[in-house]
């Protein structure tokens, strides 16, 4: 038997606006176990907040329906046996450990009262057919069922990054690590694709956030919600995550389409803009530190965007040239290619008919499922 998480989300900076403090109010986020276990542990991060954060009362419960639990078996979580937890800045906290038999595919639902005035800070948006959460007014951890006039639906998961199953040694966790599109729907897919199959023994646990850059992030207030670069994310974020033996980069569009120049955006100046072998370099740190930890690594190629608002041939050239490179890596497990999957045939710096969600940045649904399906193939079933 060993730890495995069975779910996460990246800790990053939410989106500082003049109601960043919240308080008397719950948290409710169902989550759906892709492997069973016996006991259950949960990991709880302030890393982005600048002051402490204090979770008054946690619970975990089985998840009934969207707002529903089973308070037959709803536990009080605690910390070093106490009923609140206060998480410095920049700092993480695991729950004490607690005895729930879950079995595969079963949900469970974690709820966090926030009783005093906390800041908001630390959250990543995720979103997907398995990526929802809830708020309330009040202290609904332990209510049966929220209540609807003062409840509404999340996408931001604050605090809350992982859960962690004492489960079967066979059991592992695969990690997703990137930006906005691995913090959208192909990271529920694929979690669905391993589900499906009767003898699954893979959690997908997700690490991304948008807007973030491998080798670059924001220090204005007009931006910080795009993150931190890859120094200062990959190896924490991969640390966090038990059982994982191996890792799916899709990162490295921001970082070509963000520069604009000062005359435009003070805050994106072109000397932002990598050279094909400074991203590749800062690629190649990721490898160095996946394969120091023995995790087997895969890189995602990077999707076509033409018709972006800031398109232009020379980022398109930046692109192909990083996806070439991706492409021909022999020392790592693999290149899932994406792009391949979702050009189109007769214009391949764009999206084909159905792939595009509108924006010429971020695939459709239809894409995330088609990306699901290939990287379930590459780095799962294989």
Not at 300 to 317: H, K, Q
Request: with cysteine; glycine share 8%.
């Amino acid at each position: 038997m060993k730890w495995v998480t069975v779910w996460g989300n990246a800790p990053s900076i939410t989106e500082h606006r003049p109601e960043t403090y919240a308080k008397d109010i719950t948290l409710r986020y169902p989550v759906t176990c892709a492997v069973g276990g016996e006991r259950v542990r949960l990991h709880f991060s302030n890393f982005c907040g600048t002051e402490p954060v204090t979770l008054s009362r946690v619970t975990l419960a089985r998840a009934m329906g969207d707002r529903e639990i089973s308070l037959h078996n709803a536990r009080l979580v605690t910390f070093g046996g106490e009923e609140s937890v206060t998480i410095p800045a920049g700092a993480e906290v695991f729950s004490d450990e607690i005895a729930f038999r879950i079995k595969p595919k079963g949900v469970l639902a974690v709820s966090i009262y926030l009783g005093g005035f906390t800041l908001m800070r630390t959250g990543v948006v995720a979103t997907g057919p398995l990526s929802k959460g809830f708020f309330s007014l009040g202290d609904c951890t332990f209510a049966q069922v929220l209540p609807l006039e003062r409840t509404r639906t999340l996408s931001t998961f604050y605090f809350f990054c992982g859960l962690d199953l004492y489960t079967d040694d066979s059991n592992r966790a695969v990690v997703l690590y990137g930006d906005s599109i691995t913090a959208q729907s192909w990271a529920d897919y694929l979690a669905l694709e391993c589900m499906a199959d009767p003898y699954n023994r893979t959690a997908v646990v997700r690490r991304a956030a948008s807007g973030t850059r491998v080798l670059r992030e924001y220090s204005c207030i007009t931006y910080e919600s795009y993150g931190l670069c890859g120094r200062h994310r990959f190896e924490r974020e991969l640390a966090s995550v038990s059982g994982a033996d191996a890792v799916i980069i899709q990162q490295g569009i921001n970082d070509i389409i963000h520069p604009v120049g000062t005359e435009v955006n003070p805050f994106r100046p072109m000397s932002d803009l990598p050279t094909a072998e400074e991203l590749e370099g800062g690629v190649e740190e990721y490898f160095a530190i996946a394969a120091r930890m023995g995790l087997k690594t895969y890189i995602g190629t990077l999707l076509p965007i033409e018709g972006w608002r800031t398109y232009a041939p020379f980022r398109e050239d930046l692109r192909r040239a990083f996806n070439n490179w991706a492409r021909l890596r022999g020392d790592i497990s693999g290149c899932i290619d994406f792009d391949a999957l979702l050009r189109s045939p007769s214009r391949p710096s764009a999206f084909a008919e159905g792939y595009d969600s509108g924006d010429h940045l971020h695939p459709s649904e239809e894409a995330y499922r088609a990306m699901a399906a290939l990287a379930f193939q590459r780095a799962v079933e294989e």
